[in-house]
């Protein structure tokens, strides 16, 4: 799969959140947007990771940034596991769009070391969760499988890739302190809605 770089355009997108939401790219307000590839609904990795996004929802806003998160399963699934988070969701269980952002999958997602911390730490809140009634487990053999791998984009108002990461592990992603950071370095170089008509460079390279 191609994959995309700083500079180049993200496709653009007309979708619908889990909730039925509009799920545009760019963004029509002019926002910065972080696209969030994560894996299957209930994975315990991307929830613990998801829920400091949560929690920095007010700081991201604060800089203009608009979150949009893809997961490779059903909207009915991830009504049952995601419906608590407050982020705009977008179900991709055929993998349509990972595949346009050239999103892989490999087994290193879960067999490399460095995940397993938190993997770990996942799967014990996901355990007590479940233990207390406050959770479900995730199917046994999920959509598009358990080898996926996450991806992180910020794009700018125009459309352009300002910043591109393919994780390497399952737990290779970009921290909020992270997206903060390049959102912030790229705030100078965003266009406003008047002159983004005319377009601007590769941003931020990663």
Not at 15 to 26: F, Y
Not at 41 to 58: E, I, K, M, Q, T
Not at 130 to 136: C, E, F, H, P
Request: charged residues 20%; aromatic residues 8%; glycine residues 10%.
């Amino acid at each position: 799969m191609t994959r995309l770089l700083p500079g180049d355009r993200a496709p653009e997108l007309d979708l619908r959140t889990i909730t039925g939401a509009p799920a545009p790219l760019p963004d029509p307000a002019g926002r910065l947007v972080h696209v969030q590839f994560r894996r299957f609904a209930g994975c315990p990795v991307c929830n613990l990771h998801l829920r400091s996004f949560v929690l920095g929802a007010d700081r991201l806003a604060a800089i203009g940034v608009q979150e949009m998160v893809f997961f490779h399963s059903s909207v009915d699934e991830l009504l049952e596991h995601a419906a608590d988070l407050p982020l705009p969701i977008v179900a991709d269980p055929e993998k349509r769009w990972y595949r346009r952002f050239g999103v892989e999958q490999g087994k290193r997602a879960m067999l490399d070391p460095r995940s397993w911390p938190a993997i770990l730490a996942g799967s014990a809140r996901s355990l007590a969760r479940l233990v207390t009634g406050r959770g479900r487990a995730p199917k046994l053999f999920p959509d598009g499988g358990r080898w996926g791998l996450p991806a992180d984009f910020l794009v700018g108002p125009d459309g352009t890739v300002l910043a591109a990461h393919y994780g390497e592990h399952a737990d290779d992603q970009w921290s909020l302190a992270e997206v903060v950071t390049l959102a912030t370095a790229a705030a100078p170089a965003t266009p406003t809605p008047e002159t983004s008509k005319i377009g601007f460079g590769s941003g931020i390279r990663t």
